[in-house]
């Protein structure tokens, strides 16, 4: 049974640091990995998917790998600004899509 | 614009009472897709819906009915025999249910129990 793990569940950072936030999955036979953000309150904005066959995927400050074979994920957030404060979830797609608990980043000014 | 539309935004329910949330998408998605979110916790599918008079149980089903009637159109019904209703309620959808399409995500109902 697939679980999916994110850490840490919270993080607080200075603005303009750069920042990584984890997500780890029990089973590497997956279609792919989606990273979200979710507002309070508010539905999830989807940010980046990386099929199974890629390594990462780019979208502006933001970078995510994926590395099946150790069952890891990292979500890197380049100069975060206050605006990039929200929950981030990650969601590994097998038969079904299982999502991780989120980390609630706060990015203080 | 296309997107995914939740209503109503906000839901109470009294004890022993049926309630339908209701999610409309223009995005001419084939799949569609319920979740629950509990404080602190991520997100559980209810159920899923891939094409016109289809769905199946998700991994917490019970308490819960849908319908797949419209393309556009997939209602959740909680019944009264969901017993811990009090939650956030997420819709979605995707052009295909499996594979690498992303989902989109509405902005979701939040219910609780009078």
């Known amino acids: 049974k697939q679980e999916v793990t994110q850490i840490p569940a919270a993080l607080s950072v200075p603005e303009g640091e750069n920042l990584v936030l984890n997500c780890s999955f029990t089973d590497s036979a997956i279609y792919n990995l989606q990273w979200f953000r979710q507002d309070p309150g508010k539905g999830l904005t989807s940010l980046l998917l990386i099929q199974s066959s890629q390594r990462e995927q780019t979208s502006g400050r933001l970078n995510a790998s994926l590395d099946k074979s150790s069952g890891r994920s990292t979500l890197y957030i380049a100069a975060s600004q206050p605006g990039d404060s929200a929950t981030y979830l990650c969601a590994a797609r097998d038969d079904k899509i299982i999502f991780g608990k989120g980390t609630r980043l706060h990015i203080l000014p | 614009d296309g997107g995914i539309t939740q209503s109503p935004k906000y839901l109470f329910r009294k004890e022993g009472q049926n309630v339908t949330l209701s999610c409309e998408q223009n995005l001419n998605h084939d799949a569609m897709y319920w979740y629950r979110q509990d404080p602190g916790q991520g997100l559980r599918l209810i159920y899923y819906s891939q094409i016109v008079n289809d769905f199946q149980k998700g991994d917490i089903a019970e308490g819960y009915s849908v319908s797949r009637e419209k393309k556009e159109s997939f209602p959740l019904t909680v019944t009264s025999a969901q017993k811990n209703p009090t939650a956030f309620y997420l819709c979605?959808?995707?052009?295909?249910?499996?594979?690498?399409?992303?989902?989109?995500f509405g902005d979701g109902t939040r219910l609780s129990i009078l």
């Open positions: 979605a959808s995707s052009p295909r249910s499996g594979g690498n399409q992303p989902q989109h």
